[in-house]
């Protein structure tokens, strides 16, 4: 995963000052929303693989006190269970590819030479988005509109012919707009599931059996002399994944409670942009966004680094 640092070279907070142009200025904040967007758009999918991660570390705790005939009966179980893990996921899954996708429509649309940014990558951005609102929509009883991609299609075509600032502005204003339905319902749906899959039953589930797991270790070590050496030492492994449990926790939390602010934020930019009026700096909305995107960077980066205290 890229760093903070990274992000913010590529998306420095424009602080917009003088008379410049009403479409610089709604092409800016675009183009700040959507690196942020972007960015925050590889959490979610690092929430879920570190958990089927520790998970997998969990239940591979106590093989060492079984014949080989349990240890694979284990290993097998812990496979499955990493199947489960990522089925139950799939709905969080696409819902943030949709937003990742959309994201990428919002860096190229919004860039200060938009031609030089389209590539052969850029002409899927349209089909890709369908086909990932389609998957979407197999999964979810609300379904999200799915025309967006024919507007990105419809850019990309127009970039061989002269493609104006102004056309430009034209082309922001209707995907955003057709956008904003979009980003509130995966923003609703993504918080929810989120809440639901994350903390209220894959965390609730992994603390409880990595409890009794160490209570089970702990009663069944044979009496010698050493039996305190072995129980430090499982108690040592138990405690750094306590730690990135906990650390897990706390990223999961941070975020989801920024989903609120990408719709926020969001909402904020479909008012700027549809307005001739001036601004001398970044959105407010946009700006709680980055500060969250950061606090999560910040929670990521402690997560990365009690998972590698482990190997």
């Known amino acids: ?77 812990s496979y499955y ?16 590819k949709v937003i990742a996708e959309y994201a990428s ?8 030479d ?3 940014r389209v590539d052969k990558g850029s002409k899927k951005l349209g089909s890709n988005i369908n086909s990932l609102i389609s998957q979407y929509n197999l999964k979810s009883d609300k379904k999200i509109p799915s025309g967006i991609g024919k507007l990105i299609t419809g850019v990309v075509s127009l970039l061989g012919s002269s493609y104006v600032k102004q056309q430009q502005a034209t082309d922001l204003k209707k995907f955003i707009n057709e956008g904003d339905s979009l980003i509130s319902m995966l923003t609703d749906a993504i918080k929810t599931e989120l809440t639901k899959t994350v903390i209220n039953e894959w965390l609730i ?21 050493y039996k ?16 990135r449990i906990d650390n897990l926790e706390q990223l999961a939390k941070k975020t989801i409670s920024s989903i609120e602010k990408i719709k926020k934020a ?12 001036e601004i001398k700096a970044v959105l407010s909305e946009t700006q709680n966004l980055y500060l969250s995107v950061k606090d999560i960077y910040i ?13």
Not at 300 to 307: A, D, E, P, R
């Open 266 to 277: 969001h909402k904020q930019l479909l008012v700027h942009i549809q307005e001739k009026n």
């Open 81 to 96: 269970g990493k199947k489960k893990a990522l089925k139950d996921a799939e709905k969080i899954d696409v819902g943030i």
């Open 105 to 112: 429509a919002l860096v190229m649309l919004s860039s200060e």
């Open 299 to 311: 929670n990521y980066q402690k997560l990365t680094t009690s998972q590698s205290s482990t190997k």
């Open 114 to 116: 938009l031609s030089n």
């Open 205 to 225: 589930a992994l603390k409880d059996d990595l409890k009794n797991r160490q209570v089970n270790f702990l009663q069944n070590i044979p009496h010698s002399e």
């Open 1 to 77: 995963m890229t760093t903070l640092k990274f992000l913010l070279i590529l998306c420095v907070l424009p602080f917009i000052a003088g008379c410049a142009s009403l479409t610089k200025t709604q092409i800016e904040s675009v183009n700040t929303y959507s690196c942020l967007l972007e960015k925050y758009s590889e959490y979610p999918g690092s929430i879920i693989e570190e958990f089927i991660q520790i998970k997998y570390d969990v239940e591979q705790l106590n093989t060492g006190t079984f014949n080989d005939t349990a240890v694979n009966s284990k290993l097998w179980t």
């Open 228 to 243: 305190v050496y072995l129980a430090n030492s499982y108690n040592k492994e138990v405690a750094l994944l306590i730690a």
